[in-house]
């Protein structure tokens, strides 16, 4: 997790270190509105990432303290991917993006 000496003064500017990717939003927008993931799941849903590219997002976002991954001890190994109570704090923000994106697309009709 990063330390407050590593992130920026301005408020906006630390909300995009965190999640200012289009890969974390999509990452977090899937597990705020469909609940619990696997791996397969992201890659279904978000079918321009990479393996590589998902995998270092979903670290990224576990080391930030906005996900929590969940292994399972079985056979195959199970992991699933669910947000943290600070990623869940995130809602208002992707709920304003989403009214705000729909809003700009109907505008454009």
Known sequence: MLTKDELPE???????????????LLIIRN?????KQRFTDFIKTIPAISKKVLTDN???LEED??????????VP???EYS????G??????????MEWGTEYKYNLQ
């Open 77 to 79: 190994p199970r992991v």
């Open 58 to 60: 979903l670290r990224a």
């Open 83 to 86: 947000l943290s109570s600070l």
């Open 10 to 24: 301005c408020p906006v500017a630390t909300t995009v270190k965190l999640i200012g990717n289009k890969w974390k």
């Open 31 to 35: 597990l705020l509105y469909n609940g």
């Open 88 to 97: 869940m704090s995130l809602k208002p923000v992707l709920d304003a993006m």
């Open 65 to 74: 303290g906005l996900i929590d991954r969940e292994v399972f001890a079985e």
